[in-house]
């Protein structure tokens, strides 16, 4: 029902900053709970942070808190991921997933493809 397509990664050095973008169609993204994970070759996948339906709720795994701000502009489809004084330990594929209950979610319905973030030391 949702397409979710991520954007902003890239290659950046250790300390500096990434905007990463996940751009919604294709059904009511207002309904949804929308989060990223990450994962790194040879890790798990993980959880890093989800908002809720309205913004109005954050919620970080501990690792990021302090470093990544996640926001949402319903009006243009669009959740946003700031980060921050980024680490080597960063480096992953960061994909968006939305959930349509649960707070914070636990089951995840859809998921994006993946944008690729490499932090250099």
């Known amino acids: 029902q949702v397409q979710l397509v991520e954007s902003g990664g890239g290659l950046v050095q250790a300390g500096g900053s990434l905007r990463l973008s996940c751009a919604a169609s294709?059904?009511?993204?207002?309904?949804?709970?929308i989060g990223w994970f990450r994962q790194a070759p040879g890790k798990e996948r993980e959880f890093v942070a989800a908002i809720s339906r309205m913004g109005g709720s954050t919620y970080y795994a501990d690792p990021v808190k302090g470093r990544f701000t996640i926001s949402r502009d319903n009006a243009k489809i669009t959740v946003y991921m700031q980060m921050n004084s980024l680490k080597p330990e960063d480096t992953a594929l960061y994909y968006c997933?939305?959930?349509?209950?649960?707070?914070?979610?636990?089951?995840?319905?859809?998921w994006g493809q993946g944008t690729q973030v490499t932090v250099s030391s």
């Open positions: 294709g059904g009511t993204f207002r309904t949804y709970h």
């Open positions: 997933v939305a959930a349509s209950t649960g707070w914070p979610p636990q089951e995840y319905d859809y």
